[in-house]
C-alpha cells in the first residue's frame, strides 16, 4: 500500500473510494453511511479533485482485504455497529448517536389507533375539542385518518379540517399531554414526536376520504375561507383534474377503465372532462361511449361519484407506480 494511501485519515479513504467506484455505485454506498458521516465525507469529496492510480489501487486493495477477511459472511448487528460507530466517532459519540438513532425509531404518535375500528375512534374523538381531534388526526397515516374523519358529525368534521389545514407545528410538551390523555383511555402505549400539518396533510386525509365526504368537506371549507379551500384543493387530485393529464396519461389511464365507469362517470362532469376522455379513444369507441350515455335516462348522484371514485383511485395507483405525472400547485409542486 502506498504511503500517500496509509496516510489518509478514515473519511478521506471513504471518498477516495467513492470516487473509484464512479457515481452509480458510489451513491448506492453513499446512502448507506451513518447520516453524522455523510457530512465529513461530502467535505472531502469536495477537497478531492482527483484520485490517483497509487490510492484507487491500495484504497481498493484494503477495502477487499477487509471483506475478504471476514470469508463468505459479513457479521453485522448491534455488536459490530457499536464497534463501527466507536471506531469512526470515539466510543461517547458513538453511544450518543446509536441512542438517538434507536429513539428515532419509536412509534409515532397515536399509531395505536391505526389498527381500531374508525368507528370507535371517531366515538371516542367526538367528545374532544376540535383542535384535539385535528391533532391526532394529523399525525395518523392518511387511509385510518381519513376513516376517522368520515365517522365524524358532518359539522364537527368541517371543523377539523379547517384545524388541521390551518396547524403549522405542534410542541412536543403539548403532544404529549394530549397523548397521554387519548394513550390512558384507549389503554396502549405511544410515544411523543412532533408533526407539521397544513393543507397538505389535509389534502392527503381527503384525497382517501370518499367522494361525498371530500365534496361537503372542501365546500364548507371554501364557504368559511376561500384562499384556504384553493390552497387544499392545489394538492388533490379530483375527477374534473383530468383535464390537467397530458393526452399520453389519459390514454395510460384509459387502458385500466371500465367502459360502464366511464359512461357513468361522464354524465356529470363538464364538457371539458368528456372532451378529454373522447379525444384519446377511437371514433367508434367514443360513439359507443356516448350511446352508452345516453340509455340510461335516471342515475343515482351515488352512483356516478362512486364510478368517478374509482377512476381517480386508478389515476393515483398509476401515479404511485410512476407510470403517468399529475401536476400539482404549480411548478414546486410537480411530480417528476
Not at 368541517?158 to 410538551?173: F, G, K, M, N, S
Amino acid at each position: 500500500m502506498s504511503e500517500q494511501a496509509l496516510n489518509l485519515a478514515g473519511s478521506r479513504k471513504v471518498a477516495a473510494l467513492l470516487i473509484t467506484l464512479g457515481t452509480a455505485s458510489a451513491a448506492k454506498l453513499l446512502a448507506r453511511l451513518p447520516a453524522e458521516y455523510i457530512d465529513q465525507v461530502a467535505l472531502e469529496l469536495l477537497r478531492t479533485p482527483a484520485v490517483d492510480s497509487d490510492v484507487r489501487d491500495s484504497v481498493l486493495e484494503e477495502t477487499y482485504a477487509g471483506l475478504a477477511a471476514h470469508g463468505g459472511v459479513l457479521p453485522g448487528g448491534e455488536e459490530y455497529t457499536h464497534e463501527v460507530f466507536a471506531q469512526a466517532f470515539g466510543a461517547p459519540k458513538a453511544m450518543e448517536l446509536i441512542e438517538r438513532v434507536t429513539l428515532a425509531q419509536r412509534i409515532v404518535p397515536f399509531e395505536f389507533l391505526t389498527g381500531t375500528d374508525p368507528i370507535q375512534v371517531a366515538s371516542l374523538l367526538s367528545g374532544e375539542h376540535p383542535q384535539t381531534i385535528a391533532l391526532v388526526l394529523a399525525h395518523l397515516e392518511p387511509r385510518p385518518a381519513a376513516l376517522i374523519l368520515a365517522n365524524l358529525e358532518v359539522t364537527l368534521q368541517v371543523e377539523v379540517a379547517r384545524r388541521i389545514a390551518l396547524t403549522d407545528q405542534t410542541t412536543p410538551d403539548s403532544l404529549s399531554i394530549v397523548e397521554e390523555g387519548i394513550r390512558r383511555r384507549m389503554a396502549s402505549i405511544v410515544t411523543e414526536s412532533t408533526v407539521v400539518g397544513g393543507a397538505r396533510p389535509l389534502a392527503h386525509v381527503l384525497n382517501q376520504s370518499d367522494r361525498t365526504t371530500e365534496k361537503q368537506i372542501l365546500g364548507a371549507l371554501a364557504a368559511y375561507d376561500q384562499n384556504l379551500a384553493d390552497e387544499v384543493r392545489r394538492y388533490m387530485f379530483v375527477f374534473e383534474d383530468i383535464t390537467t393529464l397530458d393526452d399520453r396519461a389519459i390514454q395510460r389511464v384509459v387502458r385500466e377503465l371500465d367502459q360502464k365507469d366511464i359512461a357513468l362517470a361522464l354524465r356529470s362532469t363538464t364538457e371539458d372532462v368528456k372532451n378529454a376522455f373522447f379525444r384519446n379513444i377511437s371514433t367508434r369507441a367514443a360513439e359507443m361511449l356516448k350511446e352508452e350515455m345516453s340509455l340510461a335516462t335516471h342515475v343515482r348522484m351515488k352512483n356516478v361519484e362512486e364510478a368517478q371514485g374509482r377512476i381517480v383511485e386508478i389515476i393515483k395507483r398509476l401515479e404511485d407506480q410512476d407510470e403517468i405525472v399529475i401536476v400539482r400547485g404549480g411548478g414546486d409542486d410537480a411530480l417528476v
